[in-house]
C-alpha cells in the first residue's frame, strides 16, 4: 500500500514549554482512515498540524504525499503540501465576512487558479453532497455550528485534497449537532478519502478506523485496529482512558 | 413622551417623590435650568441676532473669494456632494443605483478636484483663490483619500517579520502620535520646501494636504492595527492551511475584517480630520472657519462673533454627523450580520 | 537559504530608506547653505525681547529664548493639568450619567457629547474667548461680592488673579475632553457583563453602591488605556493656546521662531518638550494602572 504520510522520530517543543512531540513514527497508508485518541495537551493537535507544516518540527521528518519536511521548514514545500491536504478545525475557522459559496471557492480560485464558473458549479455540488444546498449565498453566523462544521469540510473538499486532517471536529458541537457532522465524514471515509482525525467519538472509530493511534504526553503509546484497541488495549495508560470515557 | 406621560400622572408623582426623592430634586433642577438656559436661547434668536452677517455672505462661507463667474463649479460640486449623501442614507431599494453608489463615491473626490482647478475645457482657477466649505471639503478628501492607503501599509508594515521595516513603520506612527497636529501643519509650511529640491515649489494648499496625510495616516495605522489585532489566529490558520501565500492572506482575509472592525474607529479619525482642518485657519487658509474670521474683522459684521460661530458651528455639526450616518450606513452594508441581528431582535 | 534572504530584503530596503533620508537631508543642506542659515543652538542664550502675557516665574523680555520657551511650557503644562482634572470630572459625570435611569440626565449627557464631538474645538475655543469672555463688561462684575469678580480682563477668585485667556482655553480643553472622556466611560461601563449589574441588584445594592463598588472597579482596565489616550490628546489640543492668545509652548516656539528663522532647531525644541509631557503622561497613567490592577 502507499502511504501518504511517513512520520519518523519527530520531535517538537514549544518554547519554555515541555516537548510536544517527542519521538513520534507514524505512518498513513492511501484510503486509511487514522484515528488519533489521547487526554488533552497529549500532543495530538500538535502532531496533525504538523502534517501540514502549520507547526515547524525541530528534529525528524515528516514526508506527506512523496514531499518531505523536516526541521528547515522550507516554505515552498509546505506550500506544495497545503495545496493538496485539507484540514478541518474544532472551532470550523469559516471567515466570517465571506459568503459560504465564498468561503469554499476562495482556494481554489485564488491558489489552484482553476475557472470560477467551474468551481462554484463543483461547490454547490458538494454543499447539496453535505446537505447544505440552500445556505450557499448566507453568511457563516447565520449558520447553526454543525452547518458551519459541513462548510467547513466542503471547503476542504473543494480543493480536492489527497488528505484531509480533522483535529476534533465534534468537540464545539451541541451534543443534538454531532451526528450530522459524522455522518458526512463517515460519507467520505466510504468513497476512500484518506483522512487523519482526532476525535473522542467511539463509536466513529469503531465504524470507520483503520487503525487508532493512542499519544500520551508527546508520545504515541499504542497503535491498534478498532477493534482491538477497544476490547482490550494493550497498554495500561490507554484502558484508562478508555474507562473514563465509556 | 413617555416620561412625561409617567411623572405629569399625579399619583406616581407622589410615588416618585417618595421613592426617589434625590432623583425627583435633580429632575426638577435640570428641569428649571433647562427652562432658563432656553429662554437665553430663544430671546437671544428674536431679539439680539441679527443674521445678516450670514446671509449677506452665503456665497463667500461656501467657495470663498473663487471668482465668481465660475462658482458654478465649486458649487454643482457641493451640490452632488449632498445629494450623494442623501440618496445614500435613504435610497434602500436594491439597484443599479445601489450597486453604483461606491464607484459614484470614489468619482466625488478627483471630479471635485478637476471643477476647482480647471482641467480640459475649464479655466485653471489657483489654489489660493479657494476657500470657504469648497476649500475644507477638498483638504478633509485629498488628505483622507492619501492618508488611508498609507495608513494601511504602514499597519501592515508594522506587523512585518523583517525588522527594519517593522521598526521604521513603528517610529514612524509613535512619533507622529506624540506631535500636535498645529506643529505638523505649521512645520509642514516652513519645511517641506526645505526638504525639497529648489526649483521645486508646491502651493500651500498642498503643503496643508500632504501635513494633513502624513499626520492622519499614523492614526489610521494604529486603527488598522487594532483592527487586525482583533481577528483571531485561527483565521490565519485556516487561510495557510487552504494554502493561501501570505500576500493573499493579508488581502482576502485579514484586510476585509480589520477594515470592518476598523470602521467606528476611522469614522471617527474622518470626522476629527474634518474638524481639524480648521486648523489652517490660523496658519492663512480661508477654509470655512478661516473665512468666518475674516468676515468678523470686516468692520461692517464687527461684533457679531455669535452669529457666525453658531451658523459655522450648525455647518460642521451638519457634515459631522452626516459622515457618522454614513459611516454607519457602510458598516450595515458590509455586516452580513446584520440580518441575524435584525431577526433576533423580532424575536426578543 | 532562509536568514539570508530575508536578510537581504532587510538590506535593499535600509538602503531604499537612507537613500530617501539621504536625498531629503541633501536638499536640507543645500536649502540651509543657500539661505545661509546652518543649524546651531547659540541663538537660545540670546534675549528673546518679546513680552510674555502669562508668567508663572519671574520673566523679562530681555531674559533668554531658552527661559522663555520654559516658561510656555510651564503655562502649557498648567492648562494641561487643571483641564485634566476638569474634564475627568466632566467625563465621568456625563459617562456614568448616560447608563442613569433618569431620562432627562441621560438625554442631556447624550445631547452634551452628540454636540460637542461635532464642532471643531478650534471653533469652541474662539466661542469661549470671544464670545464668553471678551464679551465680559470692562469694569469687574461682582456676582457673590468680593469672592469672585469677573472682567474681559481677568478672573479674580478669593484674591487670584486668572487671566480671560486662560479661562477660555481652560473651559474649551475641558468641555471638548470630558465629551470623549464620557465616550470612554461609557464603553467601560458597559464592558462589564450585564450579569454584573443584575447580580448587585438582586443582592439588594442601589444602583450607586452598585456603581462604585462593583462596575466601576471592573470596568476601569478597559477605561484607563482610554483615558491614557484622550490626557494625550488633551496635551496635543493645549497647544491651540495660541488661537486665543495664551503663551504656552507652542505660541512661543512660533513667536521664537518668526523671530530666529530657526524653524529646524525650534522643530526639534518643540518635538522634545512634547516627549517630556506625553512621558509624563504615560508615565503616571501607567503607575495608576498598576495600582489599579493590584487592587483587583
Ligand atoms: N502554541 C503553543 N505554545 C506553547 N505551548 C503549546 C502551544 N500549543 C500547544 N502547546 C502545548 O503543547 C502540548 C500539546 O498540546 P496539543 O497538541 O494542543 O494537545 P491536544 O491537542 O492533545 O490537547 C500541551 O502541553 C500544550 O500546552
Ligand atoms: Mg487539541
Redesign the pocket.
Known amino acids: 500500500m502507499k502511504s501518504v504520510i511517513k512520520a519518523k522520530g519527530v520531535v517538537k517543543t514549544?518554547?519554555g514549554?515541555?516537548k510536544?512531540l517527542d519521538e513520534v513514527s507514524l505512518e498513513v497508508g492511501k484510503g486509511e482512515v487514522t484515528v488519533i485518541m489521547?487526554p488533552?495537551?497529549?500532543?495530538?493537535?500538535?502532531?496533525i498540524r504538523t502534517f501540514n507544516g502549520l507547526e515547524s518540527i525541530d528534529e525528524g521528518i515528516i514526508e506527506v504525499l512523496g514531499v518531505e519536511l523536516d526541521s528547515y521548514h522550507d516554505e515552498r514545500k509546505v506550500m506544495r503540501i497545503r495545496r493538496r491536504v485539507g484540514m478541518v478545525f474544532q472551532q470550523f475557522n469559516l471567515f466570517p465576512h465571506l459568503s459560504i459559496i465564498d468561503n469554499i471557492t476562495i482556494a481554489p480560485i485564488k491558489v489552484q487558479k482553476r475557472n470560477k464558473e467551474e468551481v462554484a458549479s463543483k461547490a454547490f455540488q458538494l454543499l447539496a453532497q453535505m446537505g447544505i444546498a440552500e445556505h450557499a449565498m448566507k453568511f457563516p453566523s447565520q449558520l447553526s455550528g454543525g452547518e458551519q462544521q459541513r462548510v467547513a469540510i466542503a471547503r476542504a473538499l473543494a480543493m480536492e485534497p489527497e488528505l484531509i486532517l480533522f483535529d476534533e471536529p465534534t468537540s464545539a458541537l451541541d451534543p443534538e449537532r454531532v451526528k450530522e457532522v459524522l455522518d458526512a465524514m463517515k460519507q467520505l471515509a466510504n468513497n476512500g478519502m484518506t483522512m487523519v482525525v482526532?476525535t473522542h467519538e467511539i463509536g466513529f472509530a469503531r465504524e470507520v478506523a483503520d487503525k487508532v493511534v493512542f499519544?500520551d504526553e508527546?508520545k504515541i503509546v499504542e497503535i491498534s485496529a478498532p477493534e482491538d484497541f477497544f476490547s482490550h488495549a494493550q497498554n495500561e495508560r490507554s484502558r484508562r482512558f478508555l474507562n473514563q470515557m465509556m | 413622551m413617555k416620561f412625561i406621560k409617567k411623572n405629569l400622572n399625579l399619583f406616581s408623582l407622589k410615588r416618585w417623590i417618595r421613592n426617589k426623592p434625590v432623583d425627583f430634586i435633580v429632575t426638577m433642577f435640570l428641569m428649571l435650568l433647562i427652562l432658563w438656559v432656553a429662554t437665553l436661547i430663544v430671546s437671544w434668536f428674536i431679539l439680539e441676532a441679527n443674521w445678516n452677517v450670514v446671509s449677506d455672505n452665503l456665497d463667500l462661507y461656501a467657495i470663498g473669494s473663487y471668482p465668481a463667474d465660475q462658482k458654478w463649479r465649486p458649487m454643482i460640486w457641493m451640490l452632488s456632494l449632498s445629494t450623494l449623501t442623501i440618496i445614500t442614507l435613504t435610497w434602500r431599494r436594491k439597484g443599479i443605483l445601489q450597486k453604483s453608489l461606491p464607484w459614484i463615491w470614489i468619482l466625488m473626490l478627483p471630479s471635485g478636484l478637476v471643477l476647482m482647478a480647471g482641467g480640459p475645457g475649464l479655466i485653471p482657477v489657483a489654489s489660493h483663490k479657494w476657500g470657504g466649505l469648497a476649500l475644507t471639503l477638498i483638504l478633509a478628501l485629498s488628505s483622507a483619500f492619501i492618508a488611508m492607503p498609507l495608513g494601511i501599509l504602514l499597519a501592515l508594515g508594522r506587523r512585518s517579520k523583517l525588522a527594519i521595516i517593522k521598526y521604521s513603520c513603528g517610529i514612524y506612527i509613535d512619533s507622529m502620535r506624540s506631535v500636535p497636529l498645529i506643529a505638523i501643519l505649521f512645520f509642514g509650511q516652513l519645511l517641506i520646501p526645505l526638504f525639497l529640491p529648489v526649483e521645486f515649489d508646491i502651493n500651500r494648499v498642498v503643503r496643508a494636504i500632504l501635513a494633513f496625510a502624513v499626520f492622519a495616516a499614523a492614526y489610521v495605522a494604529e486603527d488598522v492595527r487594532g483592527g487586525l489585532q482583533a481577528i483571531p489566529k485561527t483565521q490565519v490558520e485556516a487561510a495557510e492551511a487552504l494554502g493561501l501565500n501570505p500576500k493573499q492572506i493579508a488581502i482576502l482575509i485579514m484586510l476585509p475584517q480589520a477594515l470592518r472592525t476598523a470602521i467606528p474607529a476611522l469614522t471617527n479619525q474622518a470626522i476629527g480630520l474634518l474638524q481639524n482642518t480648521s486648523l489652517m485657519a490660523i496658519l492663512g487658509l480661508v477654509e470655512l472657519l478661516g473665512i468666518s474670521r475674516s468676515l468678523l474683522a470686516n468692520p461692517n459684521f464687527m461684533g457679531r462673533y455669535l452669529e457666525v460661530y453658531v451658523w459655522i458651528a450648525a455647518v460642521y455639526w451638519l457634515i459631522c454627523t452626516s459622515m457618522a450616518l454614513l459611516a454607519r450606513r457602510l458598516e450595515q452594508e458590509l455586516d452580513p450580520n446584520i440580518l441575524t441581528i435584525k431577526s433576533n431582535e423580532i424575536s426578543n | 537559504m532562509r536568514i539570508p534572504k530575508s536578510f537581504l530584503y532587510q538590506l535593499i530596503i535600509a538602503f531604499i530608506i537612507s537613500c530617501i533620508l539621504g536625498v531629503l537631508f541633501n536638499n536640507l543642506i543645500v536649502n540651509l547653505i543657500r539661505t545661509g542659515i546652518g543649524i546651531n543652538f547659540k541663538w537660545l542664550m540670546r534675549p528673546a525681547g518679546f513680552a510674555l502675557a502669562e508668567t508663572s516665574l519671574p520673566y523679562k523680555p530681555s531674559d533668554t529664548y531658552a527661559w522663555a520657551l520654559f516658561i510656555g511650557w510651564i503655562n502649557s503644562l498648567k492648562v494641561i493639568l487643571f483641564s485634566l482634572i476638569l474634564a475627568t470630572l466632566l467625563g465621568i459625570i456625563a459617562g456614568t450619567a448616560r447608563s442613569s435611569s433618569n431620562l432627562l440626565v441621560k438625554s442631556i449627557s447624550s445631547l452634551y457629547v452628540a454636540l460637542i464631538r461635532q464642532i471643531p474645538l478650534l471653533l469652541q475655543l474662539f466661542f469661549w474667548y470671544f464670545v464668553a469672555f471678551l464679551s465680559l463688561p470692562n469694569t469687574p462684575l461682582e456676582p457673590i461680592g468680593k469672592l469672585l469678580s469677573l472682567s474681559n480682563q481677568s478672573l479674580r477668585i478669593a484674591g487670584v488673579n486668572i487671566s480671560v485667556e486662560f479661562c477660555a482655553l481652560l473651559i474649551g480643553l475641558t468641555i471638548f475632553t470630558g465629551a470623549s472622556i464620557a465616550e470612554v466611560v461609557r464603553g467601560g461601563l458597559n464592558s462589564v457583563n450585564r450579569g454584573q449589574w443584575e447580580s448587585f441588584r438582586s443582592l439588594g445594592l442601589n444602583e450607586r453602591l452598585g456603581l462604585i463598588h462593583i462596575i466601576i472597579p471592573q470596568s476601569l482596565p478597559a477605561i484607563i488605556p482610554g483615558l491614557t489616550s484622550q490626557y494625550l490628546n488633551l496635551a496635543k489640543n493645549s497647544t491651540l493656546a495660541i488661537a486665543v492668545g495664551y503663551a504656552d509652548i507652542y505660541a512661543v516656539s512660533d513667536t521664537t521662531i518668526t523671530q530666529t528663522g530657526r524653524a529646524i532647531e525650534g522643530f526639534i525644541i518643540l518635538l522634545a518638550s512634547f516627549l517630556v509631557l506625553n512621558l509624563l503622561i504615560t508615565g503616571s497613567m501607567n503607575i495608576l494602572n498598576k495600582l489599579v490592577m493590584r487592587i483587583k
Do not use: D, E, N, Y
Open positions: 514549544f518554547q514549554g515541555k510536544a489521547g488533552s495537551g497529549s500532543g495530538k493537535s500538535t502532531l482526532v499519544m508527546g
